[in-house]
C-alpha cells in the first residue's frame, strides 16, 4: 500500500502541514532579540559608569574609592526595648567610620551626642522591628542619617554593628 494523500469532498488534495521547525526558529529569534535589546538597555541606561582605572590627566593610577576610613568605637549600648511586658533588652556595639583622622577627633567630642541619639532612637523600637534583617539596615540608615546632621560639615562615611544582641 502505497501513501496515497487523501482526496476531500471537494476532489482537491488536503494542504500540508507546515513543520512547527519554522516556528521555533522564528521564536528562538525573538527570544534572542529580545535578550540582546534588554542587556543593550541594562548596560546603556541602568548600569553604573565604570570607574576610570587611570586619572586621564597625570597618567596615575586613581585611589581606590573603597578606602576604609578612620573607625570609632562607640562603647556598648544596652537598652530596653519598646515591649510592653518591658523584659526585652538590646545590646549593641557600634564603630562608625569617618574620613578623616581630623573628622575622628571631632567625632570622639561630639560622642556623647551621638551616643544620645542611639539611646534614643533604639529605646522606641520594639523587639519585631529589630529581630529581621530589613529592621536592621532601617535602624543603620536611619543613625547613619541622623548622625550625618549631627556631625556636619563632617560625613560619617558607615556604621558597623559588631555586636547586636537582644534577649
Avoid: H, W
Amino acid at each position: 500500500m502505497v501513501d496515497e494523500p487523501e482526496v476531500q469532498a471537494d476532489g482537491e488534495a488536503p494542504p500540508k502541514k507546515k513543520s512547527k521547525l519554522l516556528f521555533f526558529i522564528i521564536l528562538s529569534l525573538c527570544v534572542l532579540l529580545l535578550g540582546g535589546g534588554g542587556f543593550f538597555a541594562y548596560v546603556k541606561f541602568i548600569a553604573p559608569p565604570p570607574n576610570p582605572a587611570v586619572n586621564a590627566t597625570a597618567g596615575d593610577p586613581a585611589p581606590p574609592a573603597d578606602t576604609v576610613g578612620e573607625i570609632l568605637a562607640l562603647e556598648p549600648f544596652v537598652v530596653n526595648l519598646a515591649d510592653p511586658k518591658g523584659k526585652r533588652y538590646l545590646k549593641v556595639q557600634i564603630k562608625l567610620e569617618v574620613e578623616t583622622a581630623e573628622a575622628l577627633a571631632r567625632t570622639e567630642k561630639a560622642a556623647p551626642k551621638l551616643r544620645d541619639l542611639v539611646i534614643i532612637m533604639l529605646t522606641s523600637l520594639t523587639f519585631e522591628e529589630v529581630m529581621t534583617p530589613e529592621g536592621k539596615i532601617r535602624i543603620r540608615d536611619e543613625l547613619l542619617e541622623r548622625f550625618n546632621q549631627v556631625m556636619r560639615p563632617d560625613r560619617v562615611k558607615n556604621i558597623y554593628f559588631t555586636e547586636f544582641v537582644v534577649q
